[in-house]
């Protein structure tokens, strides 16, 4: 693999990685110099992480590759994660995992059947808007020196993040990040009361 590759595909893990975290998964690069001893990004629950960022991708062989290394990791279902240049990422399961995972999910959640299986479309359409919200809306940053809050006043979403790290190689990582739904704050009484006390003490 050349110089350029490499370099695409260190970014497109970083990008994947700084996607996931921005979604509230406390998920770290792997690094570019660490030659497969690590996953490309971890910390997904669950989940063996195989990014590809690549224009021709052989998805076979990328599941292959993603299977023999969540045997080596034990870290989850070989799942991987690929996009071309201008286009959205796109995720790959075995079939048999893709099916735990939904089968765990109806398990969870009474509600999620209902989102699956719903023919409205829009509704559709609108949890995935939901869920890039951070393509599309730049967000208004604070650094407290303590925290790093990121919020999005049109996707009505609050990120809150320890300040970014250097590891031992230098590499700055994103510090874990929890998400918080303003909206359903605002819909649930007990939450927002609680809002309502921290402002004022404020």
Known sequence: MGRQSQRKGAEGEKELAQHLCRAGYPVRWGGNKTYGTVPDVSGLAGIHIECKRVE????????AQAAADASRFQDGAPTVFHRRNNSPWLVTMQLPDWLRLYGAA?????????????????????????????????PRVVNTGRNVLEYFPTAQRLSIA????????????RGKTVMLDLQAV?????????????????
């Open 56 to 63: 021709q991708l052989n998805i076979a062989r990328a599941v």
């Open 106 to 138: 109806l398990d969870h959640d009474s509600n999620a059947r209902a989102f699956f299986l719903s023919p409205q479309k829009p509704n559709i359409d609108k949890g995935e808007e939901a869920m890039n919200f951070w393509e599309t809306e730049k």
């Open 162 to 173: 320890k300040p970014n790290w250097i590891n031992a190689a230098g590499e700055e990582k």
């Open 186 to 202: 605002k819909d649930c009484p007990e939450a927002a009361n609680i809002f309502r006390e921290i402002v004022g003490n404020l």
